[in-house]
């Protein structure tokens, strides 16, 4: 197996162990205490140097290359988990994951997630990442969100998938319904922090993402530290002053990105109480049985719905779109009417 190999970014942290857990690669799926035991086990060198103390100091540009041990049969289980395949050959495969189901097992949900199907579907014909035999996960959406996934079934496509995510260079489209209306005329909107606009009434976001400081189940903004993230957004459709569709593109893939992000500028997304919290809602400008939809509606209003890439094997460029689902499109419907 070819080394994992990336380079150390600005202001790294004052310890390697921290720095390498901030800068690996997210497609490598490697925790801070799998790279202190890889550090220990001799497998990781900084500028061709063997390093095993995870107190080292590191610099900007430093190249890491991680030696990874052979991929282990899984303790996972599969799962006979229906699947809604939208494209599937011998190196990868697309799914369109429901809202509810998991990507990979957790201690709070060791079953019934997108890898327990993916092992029962596609049997033996999977790859290896990170000394484990499991599904080439190379990028997730949350439980809640709803959408596209592409998957490698071969090393040589997590591999060429895994640097078109590091690269930045997958499209990736989501839909969201929101609180109130990001409008680009709002002096408000375009005086907060890390918020510009672009040509055709976009609106970049541009921040650092980290672990929220005392809720560490959540995501925090953060400007001079933090994982690079931005996000694009337009306004699709509104719906007077209360709410509004919007199409968001990421240039960045961070976890929680667009919910924190939109709950940043102050749109929080429909029915996402972690970040956006529940809004007072009129019932003169929506109807009461609208506001009673929006208030019930049972998860955060996202979904994955366009997502592109070039076929890490044959060179083809490819670009997949999936509905709203069902759930969506009913809200969307009311708000509509």
Partial sequence: MEPLRFRIAADPPPRLDKALARDVPEAAALSRSQL??????????????????????????????????????THMEAEAIPLEIVFEDADLIVVNKPAGMVVHPAPGTPSGTLVNALLHYCGADLSGVGGVARPGIVHRIDKETSGLLVVA?????????????????????????????????????????????????????????????TDRQKQAVYFGSGRHAVTRLQVAERFGESAARVTCRLETGRTHQIRVHLAHIGHGIIGDLVYGGRRKLSEKALGAETVEQVRGFARQALHAGVLGFVHPVSGEDLCFDADLPQDMQGLLDALKT
Avoid: C
């Fill in 36 to 73: 202190v035991r890889l550090l220990g086990e001799g497998a990781v060198q900084v500028n061709g140097t063997v390093m095993q103390d995870a107190k080292a100091r590191t610099a900007e540009g430093d190249l890491v290359e991680i030696v990874l041990p052979e991929a282990q049969a």
């Fill in 153 to 213: 079934k071969s090393d040589r496509a997590h591999q060429g998938l895994a640097a078109q995510f590091e690269a930045h260079s997958v499209e990736r489209v989501y839909q969201a319904l929101v609180y109130g209306v990001p409008d680009v005329a709002d002096p408000r909107l375009r005086g907060i922090r890390g918020v510009s606009v672009e040509t055709g009434g976009t609106v970049k976001i541009t921040t650092g993402l980290a672990r929220h400081r």
